[in-house]
Structure formats: C-alpha cells, structure tokens
C-alpha cells in the first residue's frame, strides 16, 4: 500500500473517530464475505457503520481523538462498529455477535469512557433513542389523557343524576 492511500485511509478514520459517539472494537475470526455482508447490512439498517482497519493506521488515527484509549485493544485482526447514536452500534455487534460466534466483541469507547465487553453488552441491552423519546411522549401523554377522563367523569355523573331526576318528575307528572 502506498504512502498515500495510507495517508487517506488515516484521514478517513480520523473523521469517522470526529463524528462518532461510540465505537465499539471487534474481533471478525473466520466471518466469511456473506456473513460480512449481511453485518455491515444489519449496521447500517441500525444507523452505524462497520469497518474493517489495519492497527497501525487505526492507532494513528486515534491519536488526538476522545477514542485514543482504544488503542490498546487494535492486536490481531479487528474490525470498528461506530454510531452517532450511543447505542445503535454495540446494539447491532451484540446481536450479531449472539447469532455469530465468529465475531468478538472486543471493548468499545462512548464519550471518552473505555468500556469492556461485558459492558458494550450491558449498553446494547438499553432502549434505543428513538425508543426512549417514545417512551417520554407516552408518559408525558398519559397524565393528560387521565386527567381528561377524571375532569369530564363527574360532569356526566351530573348529568345523569340531572336526567334521572327529570325523568322521575315526568313519571310523577
């Protein structure tokens, strides 16, 4: 590989490492192109992006970056699942993982947090996002539909008393 492809594949990662809130380092032993295939779809279906990296381009590239603790963990094989969302990506690795014993997960990074493999499994298990914002609408949507029920129930007790007694007095007219 020439000076400069390595030169941009550096540039490359450097701004994906800029962009991202979680990267999550994996270890892809013996995943053949298919299974290749159908894990960058399942990221890229969950809103991350699966790379595979050359250590020593992927070391210089978190130099400088809130991810430059990861890189310890670029020995052997690896491959990055990143996401701006702080869950999508260890979410999609995990599963993937589960079904998959061929790839490893093997740490990750959110927000200058090191977080091992026990842990990127713990954040995968969290709602996503979109999930916890439909959460709150549907909490913040709760109290104000029961409020409308409790307010309107005593106007047609009212008014069924009102009827009842009208009706009584008819019957004894």
Same mark, same amino acid.
């Given at each position: 590989m020439e000076r400069s492809q390595k030169t941009e594949l550096i540039d490359g990662l450097k701004q994906v490492f800029s962009s991202v809130n979680l990267v999550v380092v994996t270890r892809p032993t013996g995943l053949t192109v298919a299974e290749t295939t159908d894990l960058r779809r399942r990221m890229r279906a969950a809103g991350a992006g699966y790379r595979v990296t050359k250590n020593t381009l992927a070391r210089l590239a978190l130099a400088g970056t809130a991810f430059e603790a990861l890189a310890d963990m670029f020995v052997g094989p690896t491959a990055i699942a990143y996401s701006e969302d702080p869950i999508a990506a260890a +979410?999609?690795? %995990? $599963?993937?993982?589960? !079904?998959?014993? +061929? /790839?490893v997960i093997v740490g990750a990074a959110f927000e200058r947090q090191v977080l091992d493999a026990a842990r990127v499994t713990a954040l995968a !298990?969290?709602?996503? *996002? $979109?999930? /916890?914002? @439909?959460? /709150?609408? @549907? /909490? *913040?949507?709760?109290? #104000?539909?029961r409020i409308a029920r409790v307010v309107q129930a005593p106007? @047609?007790?009212? #008014?069924? %008393?009102?009827?009842?007694? #009208?009706? !009584?007095?008819? !019957?004894? #007219?």
């Open positions: +979410k999609a690795a %995990v $599963d993937f993982a589960e !079904k998959n014993q +061929k /790839l !298990k969290l709602p996503s *996002l $979109d999930q /916890l914002r @439909g959460q /709150l609408v @549907g /909490l *913040l949507q709760a109290p #104000a539909s106007a @047609g007790q009212l #008014a069924r %008393v009102i009827n009842a007694y #009208a009706t !009584k007095e008819q !019957k004894a #007219a």
